[in-house]
C-alpha cells in the first residue's frame, strides 16, 4: 500500500517470526529490487497479518513461506496453491532445516497437497513418513532462496558465492 517503506507486523505472531519477516523484507530487496520495476519499496508499506484470533504463531520454520509470501507480492508472481513450503532461511539466503517434518507432511497430504518444498537436510527426515504418503507428494529439496524463488516462482537468479554481508560484493555463481 502506499506508505513510506516501512513493514507493519499484525496478529498473533512471536518475536521468532517478527524479526524473520524484517530481515526477508531486506534480502528480498538486495535480491529482487532490479527484477521489477512496478514495486517501490521506498514508498511502499508492506503489512503482514497472521490471522488465527488468540493463537500464538512462533518458530523459524515460516521462513521460506514468508520470504516466498513477499516475493510473490514484490514481483506479482502467484504461487501455486497446491504447493506447501517450510524451512528457516538465513540472512545469507541460506535455508535451514526444521523440526516436525513428519508431522507438517501428513497434514499438507491431508488437506490434498501433493508437492512440498522443504529443506535439503531435511530430507532424511522424509522416511518417518509412511510410504504410501511419500508416493503421493513430490518433494522438492531447497538449499538457496534463490531455489525457492525458481520453484514456487519461476524466477532464476544466480546463487552467490559470497553472502551479503557489509563489505562483500555479489558474484553470481554460474552452474551450481
Known amino acids: 500500500m502506499p506508505g513510506k517503506g516501512e513493514l507493519i507486523l499484525t496478529g498473533q505472531l512471536g ?14 530487496q538486495s535480491r529482487l529490487a532490479h527484477t521489477t520495476n512496478s514495486f517501490d519499496f521506498i514508498k511502499s508499506d508492506i503489512h503482514i497479518h497472521v490471522p488465527s484470533g488468540a493463537t500464538p ?13 513477499l516475493a510473490s507480492l514484490i514481483t506479482g508472481k502467484t504461487v501455486d496453491p497446491k ?7 538465513t540472512l545469507s539466503g541460506a535455508v535451514l532445516p ?23 537436510e531435511n530430507l532424511r527426515d522424509l522416511e518417518d513418513v509412511p510410504a504410501d504418503v511419500r508416493g503421493e507428494v513430490g518433494f522438492v529439496p ?17 546463487r552467490l558465492i559470497n553472502p551479503p554481508t557489509v563489505g562483500n560484493s555479489f558474484i553470481p555463481v554460474q552452474n551450481l
Not at 57 to 69: E, I, N, Q, R
Not at 101 to 114: S, W, Y
Request: cysteine-free; overall charge positive; proline content about 5%.
Open 98 to 120: 526444521v523440526g516436525g517434518i513428519k508431522e507438517k507432511v501428513l497434514a499438507a497430504h491431508r488437506t490434498g497437497i501433493r508437492k512440498i518444498i522443504l529443506p535439503k
Open 83 to 89: 504447493i506447501a513450503m517450510t524451512g528457516e532461511i
Open 15 to 28: 518475536d521468532v517470526m517478527k524479526e524473520p519477516a524484517k530481515f526477508l523484507l531486506s534480502l528480498i
Open 57 to 69: 504463531k512462533d518458530g523459524p520454520s515460516a521462513g521460506v513461506t514468508l520470504f516466498t509470501s
Open 142 to 158: 531447497v538449499e538457496t532462496v534463490e531455489d525457492i524463488l525458481k520453484e514456487a516462482l519461476g524466477i532464476n537468479l544466480p
